[in-house]
């Protein structure tokens, strides 16, 4: 079946720092969404993304889907102590359910 | 508008026993998930609805598990005979359609004792 997985598992950053995670699919997805869980919360949408290489940007947050369309990833600039929580992406092919990725914890060192 | 609730918050229950978890999905959502997340774990899929149907039910763990929406509207999700391995929070989302983003519940945290 299909595959989501998030690479790293895990980052501690120092606040200001850059944060990047990683989504790979092992099959060619229609679209991807990115899913936000503040500790101790549920988790919140973020954004969707649908075209070969496309990249949106919300904020300090820059999403890209790769040009295969099997790629995708999250990118926080100057990451604030706000920006904590477990980022998860979550690729549907067809008309298939939506498959969540393992998720990336992420810690801001004050 | 009110978003998706769930219920109960906080739920203990001793081995053995049956729950029943509620979800109240945005009206006008006609998918609706549920999903089950163990500590500082992923989200894993157990069954997906759209309208009263349930067309991938792919991801319950035993025939213990079962679920049920009425109306298009309220489902529930019921746990019989449960186990210590059943303890996790189990989350409820629901979307304007199959393609669209999700919006979940604060989750009910279930607790087998």
């Known amino acids: 079946g299909q595959q989501v997985m998030q690479i790293p598992q895990y980052q501690h950053v120092q606040e200001g720092e850059d944060f990047t995670t990683y989504c790979n699919s092992s099959?060619?997805?229609?679209?991807i969404q990115w899913y936000k869980q503040r500790p101790g919360g549920h988790p919140v949408f973020l954004i969707q993304l649908v075209k070969s290489g496309e990249v949106k940007k919300q904020k300090r947050l820059t999403f890209q889907f790769g040009e295969a369309k099997k790629n995708s990833s999250l990118h926080i600039t100057a990451t604030q102590t706000t920006d904590v929580g477990t980022y998860f992406c979550a690729g549907r092919l067809g008309n298939e359910k939506l498959t969540f990725g393992t998720g990336t914890r992420l810690t801001i060192i004050p | 508008g009110a978003g998706v609730s769930q219920s109960p918050s906080n739920k203990v229950t001793e081995k053995g026993k049956d729950v029943e978890l509620r979800c109240d999905p945005i009206s006008g959502h006609t998918a609706l998930y549920w999903y089950r997340q163990s500590l500082g774990q992923g989200l894993e899929f157990l069954i997906y609805?759209?309208?009263?149907?349930?067309?991938?039910k792919s991801g319950l763990p035993s025939d213990r598990f079962s679920a049920e929406r009425t109306g298009g509207s309220v489902s529930t999700l019921t746990i019989q005979r449960t186990q210590q391995e059943d303890s996790a929070v189990y989350l409820c989302?629901?979307?304007?359609?199959?393609?669209?983003?999700?919006?979940f519940g604060p989750g009910t945290r279930l607790t087998v004792t």
């Open positions: 099959t060619t997805l229609s679209n």
């Open positions: 989302a629901s979307s304007l359609g199959h393609e669209r983003e999700q919006y």
């Open positions: 609805f759209q309208g009263n149907s349930a067309p991938d």
